[in-house]
């Protein structure tokens, strides 16, 4: 069965087929190999074309000796009957020409052909029988009056016309044999081939020694070299000190095991200090982990106060309207002239209790917002922690961070829990708004020398028109009913509001929502610096 296609592919292709036949091909790997080989077909190929040539030559020089011979004994005979007086005797003549085959070997055949009534035939010949081609070869040359080779593979004839005073008389067909120039090409080659085997061993083994003791033990103590250094063996190092190409290479490779060891110590240095960066990393990672629960801790009891408060809140609006017009009652029956005394003294113990119920309702509002003393507190460093501590839940939502702070920020004199817990109500705040990812830019700038703006925008679903007005009121919210309580937002402008700043929602041209934050500054005071 025939394979229809070309399959011959080059050494570095590939090819992914359901079928090809597999090709057992022997490619010597080693380089010692490799060179006896190729000096082996180089002393074949050049012995044997010396050989040929040199064989050629002499092939085409015995064959014109053996030509020129020819032309000569047929020049001879030719002259020896053209000089003849008496005629010629056949008998005599076969003899005669007999005479010239014994002496040169060479010579197959001899033919005298004289023209007779009949046209030319043959009067004289050592061969035992009389060939067409020698008749027509010996008419062609009486015809031109000049002698004619024909080439007849190894029996070349030549035939040179016999002229007698002026007209031709006949010709002599001389037949030499080039067996002998086969002989000398046959063994020619022998020879060749002899001489060739023992030239390709001597030259091989030559060789070979010399490649060994200077290219293939050098190079087999590099190779060496390598193997232990990629076993991890970096002292490793190649013996070889020579000024040549080999020792080049052992030097560069000795350099390049030195620079190896180098780095590798470097790189194990870069590794420790890396795993100790990477531990102190873990280590602020989970204080900020830390800090992230209690601030979301803080968050929460925060709303839970929150909505304490605004409950309290309500409770004492409630209160204290009934409350004040008790209180004024009181105060106006209090005020009528001849007032019994003991009625007076129950008036008294009336107010008393009302100033009480109404201390009552105003402590509780103070316990329900809890604050800490205010402090010198660098925005920057604040937000940029709330930054780090968030940063995990920011690659969990697919939401890329952008903090810019400006450098040699004035201080912020404020309640930096307050603050901080402020800011993280805004930033969670974004982050819920964008669900399905998106960017959250962060930017702390100076818009005054007394004044800090701190700017938080995102690409979330923005807020709508008509909850913009009150969105940080109490229970307002965007957020699917169980997410949210409406409390954060309202919780982030209190703190703020106490801190002597301000914040406002924008809604985004692009999309999303901006709230800036702006908060009082002392101005002539640097803590943050470039």
Not at 36 to 42: D, G, T
Request: glycine share 8%; hydrophobic share 45%; net charge neutral.
């Amino acid at each position: 069965m025939g394979v229809k296609g070309d399959l011959t592919l080059g050494p570095d292709e590939a090819v992914t087929a359901p079928f090809r036949p597999t090709v057992s091909r022997w490619r010597p790997r080693s380089l010692r190999v490799r060179l006896i080989l190729l000096v082996a077909f180089i002393v074949a190929g050049v012995i044997g074309f010396v050989t040929s040539l040199e064989t050629r030559v002499f092939e085409r020089g015995l064959e014109s000796d053996l030509r020129e011979t020819t032309r000569g004994t047929a020049q001879a005979i030719a002259d020896d009957l053209e000089l003849r007086v008496q005629p010629i005797d056949r008998a005599q003549l076969a003899s005669w020409l007999h005479e010239f085959t014994e002496a040169v070997p060479a010579l197959r055949a001899v033919s005298v052909v004289l023209i007779g009534p009949g046209g030319p035939e043959l009067a004289a010949s050592t061969s035992s029988e009389a060939r067409p081609e020698t008749l027509a070869l010996a008419e062609r040359a009486i015809e031109r009056r000049d002698e004619l080779w024909l080439a007849a593979g190894s029996l070349p004839k030549i035939a040179v016309p016999v002229v007698k005073r002026g007209q031709p008389m006949g010709a002599v067909v001389v037949t030499v044999s080039l067996a002998a120039v086969d002989q000398v090409r046959n063994r020619g080659r022998s020879i060749a081939l002899g001489f060739a085997l023992v030239a390709i061993i001597g030259v091989v083994l030559a060789i070979d020694l010399l490649t060994r003791r200077f290219i293939h033990r050098p190079l087999g103590s590099i190779r060496d070299t390598m193997v232990r250094a990629g076993r991890g063996d970096l002292q490793a190092r190649a013996q070889i000190a020579r000024p040549d190409e080999i020792g080049a290479i052992a030097l560069g490779l000795n350099e390049m095991l030195d620079q190896m060891g180098k780095f590798n110590s470097a790189l194990e240095a870069q590794v420790r200090r890396a795993t100790e960066e990477l531990r102190a990393r873990n280590r602020e990672l989970m204080e900020s982990y830390e800090r992230l629960f209690e601030l979301r801790g803080a968050l929460g009891h925060a709303e839970q106060l929150a909505a304490v408060g605004h409950m309290a809140a309500n409770v004492a609006h409630q209160l204290g309207t009934p409350l004040n017009l008790i209180s004024g009652c009181v105060q106006l029956i209090r005020e009528r002239p001849g007032l019994d005394p003991a009625v007076a003294g129950r008036l008294q113990i009336i107010a008393e209790q009302i100033d009480k119920a109404a201390a009552t309702v105003r402590t509780l509002l103070d316990r329900a917002r809890p604050t800490s003393p205010p402090s010198e507190t660098d925005v920057g460093e604040l937000v940029g922690r709330i930054c780090e501590m968030i940063r995990p839940r920011l690659d969990a939502a697919g939401i890329d961070l952008s903090l810019t702070v400006e450098p040699r920020l004035p201080p912020v004199r404020a309640d930096a829990v307050q603050l901080e817990l402020a800011v993280l109500n805004v930033v969670v705040n974004a982050i819920d708004a964008m669900s399905g990812g998106g960017s959250l830019s962060v930017s702390i700038t100076s818009a005054a020398p007394d004044k800090i703006v701190v700017e938080v925008a995102d690409t979330g679903r923005g807020i709508a028109p008509d909850v913009l007005p009150k969105i940080f009121e109490p229970w307002v919210t965007t957020k699917p009913k169980g997410r949210g309580t409406g409390l954060g937002l309202s919780i982030a402008r209190d703190a703020i509001v106490a801190q002597g700043g301000s914040i406002t929602a924008h809604e985004r041209s692009t999309g999303g929502a901006l709230f800036r934050i702006e908060l009082p500054a002392r101005s002539g005071e640097v803590l943050r610096q470039a």
